[in-house]
């Protein structure tokens, strides 16, 4: 999953961002949620819980495309 220990951090691939449970926190309150479900194609066992529960990563089927 992507996290970092605390704010945010660039990927060692380059290709996105790891962020910290705080950042995850700000977001769920500037926002008035609750939670954040976000889709990834590699999650094994299907689904994983960060940041205290109030981040939901759930596997996506991978359909073989690739969209930009």
């Known amino acids: 999953i992507l996290c970092a220990p605390a704010g945010r951090e660039t ?6 961002v790891h962020f ?15 939670l954040v479900i976000r889709s990834h194609e590699v999650m094994d066992g ?3 819980w960060a940041h205290n529960k109030q981040l939901l990563t759930v596997r996506s089927p991978n359909t073989g495309t690739h969209h930009s």
């Open 11 to 16: 990927s060692d691939r380059g290709a996105g």
């Open 20 to 34: 910290g449970a705080d950042v995850t926190q700000r977001f769920l309150h500037d926002n008035h949620l609750e």
């Open 46 to 48: 299907g689904f994983e």
